[in-house]
Nanobody, 121 residues
């Protein structure tokens, strides 16, 4: 099977920066799309950004100009560089990879366990 492992979350002051990473491992043939969702307490889970294998990106309006998504295809790893963080960015951030194709050509969607990001003074 496929696993997504996130890292990089933590506590940061407003205006600070964090970089999240998510590495996919397992019997992977290809991963076209990787991205990030986030969920604050009592709120709906929302899309933050995604990136395709070819480098096409999409961002939610609330992070444009502050966050940058990137990936290392050789490592099956996606990153989220978060700058100018605000208290409202506080949430659990989840890595996701829809339509991962395994070596047996099975296609499934995978989610990471989530990493906590807290922006507070």
């Amino acid at each position: 099977q496929v696993q997504l492992v996130e890292s990089g979350g933590g506590l940061v002051q407003p205006g600070g920066s964090l970089r999240l990473s998510c590495a996919a491992s397992g019997s992977i043939f290809s991963i076209n799309v990787m991205g990030w969702y986030r969920q604050a307490p009592g709120e709906q889970r929302e899309l933050v950004a995604f990136i395709t294998k070819g480098g096409t990106t999409n961002y939610a309006d609330f992070v444009k100009g502050r966050f940058t998504i990137s990936r290392d295809n050789a490592k099956n790893t996606v990153y989220l560089q978060m700058n100018s963080l605000k208290p409202e960015d506080t949430a659990v951030y989840y890595c996701y990879a829809p339509g991962v194709v395994t070596t047996t050509r099975r296609s499934d969607t995978y989610w990471g366990q989530g990493t906590q990001v807290t922006v507070s003074s």
